[in-house]
């Protein structure tokens, strides 16, 4: 694994040294306590207990309302992922537990948003073996892998290394959707006019080509892009995509019936900035604000 260097540049350079790999509880606390502003997930609970005598590290819901499961490895020899897997069937055959974990750790409204189509394991580690990045290309789950350095007292990295993404759970997808008349991303697709479905498709384009780090989350009723975390999602209608950016509402200027600050409006999909596509000629002058988002996340 590469290592990497971080160096203080004002004055005299130096080095910072970086911190030893093992995972202490102190660590895994600021996680829990910054959850949020690290990984886009809202945390839920520390060291949770299962029915048959396991225990969970950590446990949140991310942005798109998704299980999600933290392992810590504090060991080279630890098999986090298998027990991590482990722990997500364990979630997805008892389902009540969590959604009563949600009401009692947030409210009701977030309970009934949950999304079981996409759960999630996330790994930390201070490092992965080329074993580790191999095995989870050979299993049928989301999971992360992501490594993290402290440097000095006051500064901690954290590095996705690798990501397995496999297609959301259609069963759940089916049973999931809000009422019998919403379709599901898919559906809106392939159901769009011609020239809504060209113009996804650029746009998709588009948003991948501004970095090999984008992973794509088909979710329900929109398409979520993300690195650590989401930066843009989109959502199909029939006339019309709508994406939402991750930006800073106070950042961005406004064009009506183009964008828009939705941080005050309820709206699917992740990010208050909502642009609102028609034609090849939105996206062009949207583009900045996808550049924007990219970088800025």
Request: glycine share 4%; with cysteine; net charge negative.
């Amino acid at each position: 694994m590469a290592d990497i260097k971080l160096f203080n540049i004002k004055g005299e350079v130096k080095a910072y040294k970086s911190g030893n790999v093992t995972l202490e509880k102190e660590l895994q606390t600021i996680i829990e306590n910054n959850m949020e502003t690290f990984f886009g997930i809202k945390f839920l609970i520390s060291e949770y207990r299962t029915t048959d005598g396991g225990r969970i590290d950590s446990i949140g819901i991310d942005e798109n309302y998704c299980p999600v499961i933290f392992e810590y490895k504090r060991s080279t020899n630890e098999n986090v992922m298998n027990q991590g897997l482990f722990y997500l069937n364990w979630l997805l055959d008892h389902k009540d537990s969590f959604k009563i974990l949600v009401i009692e750790k947030l409210d009701i409204k977030t309970a009934e948003k949950i999304d079981w189509s996409m759960p999630r394991v996330v790994c930390i580690a201070g490092d992965f073996t080329r074993y580790d990045e191999s095995a989870i290309k050979q299993m049928d789950r989301n999971i992360s892998l992501i490594r993290y350095k402290k440097f000095g007292e006051d500064l901690l990295m954290f590095e996705q290394i690798n990501e397995n993404i496999v297609k959301a759970i259609k069963n759940e997808i089916d049973k999931s959707v809000a009422t019998p008349n919403m379709k599901t991303f898919r559906k809106q697709y392939e159901t769009a006019k011609e020239n809504i479905r060209l113009l996804y498709d650029d746009l998709e384009n588009y948003i991948l080509s501004l970095g090999d780090d984008i992973n794509e989350n088909e979710l329900k009723l929109y398409k979520a892009f993300k690195k650590i975390k989401n930066f843009i999602t989109a959502e199909i209608y029939n006339n019309k995509i709508l994406v939402h950016l991750h930006l800073d509402t106070d950042t961005v200027d406004y064009e009506e019936g183009l964008i828009r600050n939705m941080s005050s409006t309820g709206h699917w999909g992740t990010g208050d900035v909502e642009i609102i596509l028609h034609n090849k000629e939105d996206l062009e002058k949207i583009k900045p604000l996808l550049d924007r988002a990219y970088n800025e996340n």
